[in-house]
T-cell receptor, first 113, second 114 residues
Framework: AQSVTQPDIHITVSEGASLELRCNYSYGATPYLFWYVQSPGQGLQLLLKYFSGDTLVQGIKGFEAEFKRSQSSFNLRKPSVHWSDAAEYFCAVGARGYSTLTFGKGTMLLVSP | DTAVSQTPKYLVTQMGNDKSIKCEQNLGHDTMYWYKQDSKKFLKIMFSYNNKELIINETVPNRFSPKSPDKAHLNLHINSLELGDSAVYFC?????????????FGNGTRLTVT
């Protein structure tokens, strides 16, 4: 069965500092990987996705993620965090068609001034 | 021009009542979903419909009954509400089998059962 682990429940980063959110997955075949962001009271917005090809994918809002098959990881990064990035971040793994998309439990990002 | 819209945004009701949540998408997607997000923010799929046909039905009490009148709508009806049903319910849509079609989520319906 597929699963996603986000080991950090919450992370606090100073504004302007770099960010890395960890995600490890378990999946029997080649995974499709996603990062979503959820602001308070909002739905989930897709930041980026990986299907195949270049293992470093660029997303919206200056985020990027790197797929490392050997480590079963898909960590999200941003070089300089803005206060507006404070939100909950979800990593997800799925198969083609998304019918079996599995989410991690999320990492809450807090941004300090 | 909201892509995935669900109503109501908030729903407060008493135990034992029956309630419905509606969802509509105008993206032309052929697959729609209901996800439940519990108090710990954990998201779990409940149902998935492709072209009005049920394709996923996770371990959900049969008090929950999804209905898809057409591929742009997926409603969720809940009978005999219980305290444990309190959660945020998200509707989503996508193109089944199209790799570049991500899940698009609605803004959620916060259900509170008292």
């Amino acid at each position: 069965a597929q699963s996603v682990t986000q080991p950090d429940i919450h992370i606090t980063v100073s504004e302007g500092a770099s960010l890395e959110l960890r995600c490890n997955y378990s999946y029997g075949a080649t995974p499709y990987l996603f990062w979503y962001v959820q602001s308070p009271g909002q739905g989930l917005q897709l930041l980026l996705k990986y299907f195949s090809g270049d293992t470093l994918v660029q997303g919206i809002k200056g985020f990027e993620a790197e797929f490392k098959r050997s480590q079963s990881s898909f960590n999200l990064r941003k070089p300089s965090v803005h206060w507006s990035d404070a939100a909950e971040y979800f990593c997800a793994v799925g198969a083609r068609g998304y019918s079996t998309l599995t989410f991690g439990k999320g990492t809450m990002l807090l941004v300090s001034p | 021009d909201t892509a995935v819209s669900q109503t109501p945004k908030y729903l407060v009701t008493q135990m034992g009542n029956d309630k419905s949540i509606k969802c509509e998408q105008n993206l032309g997607h052929d697959t729609m979903y209901w996800y439940k997000q519990d108090s710990k923010k954990f998201l779990k799929i409940m149902f998935s419909y492709n072209n009005k046909e049920l394709i996923i039905n996770e371990t959900v009490p049969n008090r929950f009954s999804p209905k898809s009148p057409d591929k742009a709508h997926l409603n969720l009806h809940i009978n005999s509400l219980e305290l444990g049903d309190s959660a945020v319910y998200f509707c989503a849509s996508s193109h089944h089998q199209r790799d570049n079609s991500p899940l698009h989520f609605g803004n959620g319906t916060r259900l509170t059962v008292t």
